[in-house]
């Protein structure tokens, strides 16, 4: 299984961008897919992440404002991100995890920069 992100860019504070994350390979129909960041300094931390069955989880500075969705029959997952700020501005990864399969997959990061 392989990951590819793409979608990161410079953006002005307030603006938009929407993150993709195509998988191929041997996917488990049981899986949770997820967006993890990483500023400089910091940790990697959860952002976002959406089981095989829709189900939807958000870090809470996130909420209400990035937006994680799947498209199983193109084997992408999304993440829209409005209403950026300067705060978010992070390499972001893609992740898919299947615990009965023992998978966890990183695909490499893309970069949101957010300008204030």
């Known amino acids: 299984v392989q990951l590819q992100a793409s979608g990161g860019g410079l953006v002005q504070a307030g603006g938009s961008l929407r993150l993709s994350c195509f998988t191929s390979?041997?996917?488990?129909?049981?899986?949770?897919m997820g967006w993890y960041r990483q500023a400089p300094g910091n940790e990697r931390e959860l952002v976002a992440a959406i089981s095989s069955g829709g189900r939807t989880e958000y870090a809470d500075s996130v909420k209400g404002r990035f937006t994680i969705s799947r498209d199983n029959a193109q084997n992408t997952v999304y993440l829209q991100m409005n209403t950026l700020k300067a705060e978010d501005t992070a390499v972001y990864y893609c992740?898919?995890?299947?615990?009965?399969?023992?998978?966890?997959?990183w695909g490499q990061g893309t970069l949101v920069t957010v300008s204030s």
């Open positions: 992740n898919l995890n299947s615990v009965p399969y023992g998978l966890d997959v």
């Open positions: 390979g041997r996917i488990p129909r049981s899986n949770k």
